[in-house]
C-alpha cells in the first residue's frame, strides 16, 4: 500500500529509501523491492526514561543529532545527569548495530536524494523527528516519510519539517503501533542483516 502511494519515486535514479531499524526494515525493504530503490538504514535509537525504557524522553541518531521531549522530561523531573547517561547508553548501542547491521558496506549517501524515511509506524513521532534532522545536515534534496499508522497530531508536527508524508491508516483513537499489525514480532539483527544483504543483491543484479 506505501509503494502504491510512493509510485511517482518508481525507477527513478535519485531516489534512496532509508529505513529506521529494527522495526522499520520489513516495511521499507518492500517499498524498496517496488520502487527498484536503493535501501540502508539511518540508525536512531529512542531515549528511555530511566526504570521505562518505553517512555521516550529523546532521541538520538548515529548523525549524533538529538532531540529531547521537553514535557516528559520535565513532567517526571529529568535531570541533566539522568537524560546524558541515557543519552551515552543509546550512543553507544547505536556504535554496535551500525558496525552489525552493514557487514563491512559504505553507508548510502543522501546528499541530492529525495530520501524516503521509512518506519514501522509513529507514536510520538521522536525517533522520526532526529531522523530527519539527521538527513536534513546531509543535505538530501526532499524528504518523505512514509509510514503505515500514525496518530493525526504526530504527523502534523512533523509536517512542518518533512517534505512530504504518506501514511494510510491514521486512526481517530490511537493507542500504539502494534496493535495495526496481525504480527508485530520483534525484527532481530539477524533480519535487519538479511534484509540489507538482500537489497544489496538485487541492487547488484540489477
Given at each position: ?6 509510485s511517482e519515486y518508481a525507477g527513478r535514479s535519485d531516489v534512496l529509501v532509508l529505513a529506521l531499524p ?46 529531547v521531549n521537553t514535557e516528559v522530561v520535565q513532567s517526571l523531573g529529568i535531570d541533566a545527569t539522568q ?107 539477524e533480519e535487519v542483516r538479511a534484509s540489507l544483504a538482500r537489497a544489496a543483491r538485487r541492487r547488484n543484479?540489477?
Open positions: 500500500m506505501l509503494a502504491t502511494h510512493l529494527r522495526g522499520g526494515l520489513p516495511v521499507a525493504e518492500e517499498i524498496a523491492a517496488a520502487l527498484k530503490a536503493p535501501l540502508d538504514i539511518f540508525v536512531v535509537r529512542k531515549i528511555g526514561v530511566p526504570g521505562h525504557p518505553e517512555l521516550a524522553m529523546g532521541a538520538v541518531a548515529s548523525s549524533g543529532n538529538v532531540t537524560f546524558r547517561a541515557a543519552y551515552l547508553e543509546e550512543l553507544r548501542e547505536l556504535g554496535r548495530r551500525e558496525h552489525a547491521y552493514r557487514d563491512g558496506r559504505n553507508a548510502e549517501s543522501p546528499t541530492d536524494k529525495v530520501v524516503i524515511l521509512v518506519d514501522d509506524g509513529l507514536a510520538t513521532g521522536s525517533s522520526m523527528r532526529v531522523a530527519i534532522e539527521g538527513v536534513r545536515d546531509r543535505h538530501p534534496a526532499r524528504v518523505v516519510i512514509a509510514v503505515p499508522v500514525a496518530p493525526r497530531q504526530t504527523l502534523d508536527e512533523l509536517s512542518a519539517i518533512a517534505d512530504e508524508i504518506v501514511c494510510p491508516l491514521v486512526p481517530q483513537a490511537f493507542y500504539a503501533v502494534g496493535l495495526y499489525y496481525a504480527n508485530f514480532d520483534q525484527v532481530s539483527d543484479a540489477a
